[in-house]
T-cell receptor, first 113, second 115 residues
Framework: AQSVTQLGSHVSVSEGALVLLRCNYS??????LFWYVQYPNQGLQLLLK??????LVKGINGFEAEFKKSETSFHLTKPSAHMSDAAEYFC???????????FGKGTSLLVTP | GAVVSQHPSRVICKSGTSVKIECRSL??????MFWYRQFPKQSLMLMAT?????????EQGVEKDKFLINHASLTLSTLTVASAHPEDSSFYIC???????????FGPGTRLTVT
């Protein structure tokens, strides 16, 4: 079985500060890992995904994540937060491309002026 | 990128009625679609996997007689909540898998409120 744990249900950063959202995974097979963003009352938008290629994955809107097998982590970062980044972020894992996703509980990002 | 639509975007119904939610892949044919539900302030939980032309596969704890899934064509899957009750109120999100790339694309979700 595969799962992800997102550390911190709420994260608050100042505009222009570094964004770090943490995700640790548990998987018996090489995982496929994803980060999604959800704005209020909307569906999910894929930010980036890891599929066993490069360990540093660059996504949309300036986000990136690094796959660290030794730490079983896939943390999401952005160098400089923007007000429009305020949203709910979900880390997810699947055992293969195209399989159903197991989502973390989500982290709500608040960006303050 | 590929587009997945859901209809309706929100629905309010009375307890005991049935509600049908549609999930369509607009520019690709999806042999597999997934249905998730999301309670307020919580994560998405997989309800079932919908395969075109065959019966859906339900996750443990999901009542197949209550959440009826029909994947009758390569671009359409429907979720019918039978005899809905207030505890069924939730945000239902579908995703469709592109058979060529195996990418999953999510619909915008349907907000169901049962009064």
């Amino acid at each position: 079985a595969q799962s992800v744990t997102q550390l911190g249900s709420h994260v608050s950063v100042s505009e222009g500060a570094l964004v770090l959202l943490r995700c640790n995974y548990s998987s018996s097979v090489p995982p496929y890992l994803f980060w999604y963003v959800q704005y209020p009352n909307q569906g999910l938008q894929l930010l980036l995904k890891y599929t066993s290629a490069a360990t540093l994955v660059k996504g949309i809107n300036g986000f990136e994540a690094e796959f660290k097998k030794s730490e079983t982590s896939f943390h999401l970062t952005k160098p400089s937060a923007h007000m429009s980044d305020a949203a709910e972020y979900f880390c997810a894992v699947s055992e293969d491309s195209g399989y159903a996703l197991n989502f973390g509980k989500g982290t709500s990002l608040l960006v303050t002026p | 990128g590929a587009v997945v639509s859901q209809h309706p975007s929100r629905v309010i119904c009375k307890s005991g009625t049935s509600v049908k939610i549609e999930c369509r892949s607009l520019d690709f044919q999806a042999t597999t679609m997934f249905w998730y539900r999301q309670f307020p302030k919580q994560s998405l939980m997989l309800m079932a996997t919908s395969n075109e032309g065959s019966k859906a596969t339900y996750e443990q704890g999901v009542e197949k007689d209550k959440f009826l899934i029909n994947h009758a064509s390569l671009t359409l899957s429907t979720l019918t909540v039978a005899s809905a009750h207030p505890e069924d109120s939730s945000f239902y999100i579908c995703s469709a898998r592109d058979p060529g790339t195996y990418e999953q694309y999510f619909g915008p979700g349907t907000r169901l409120t049962v009064t």
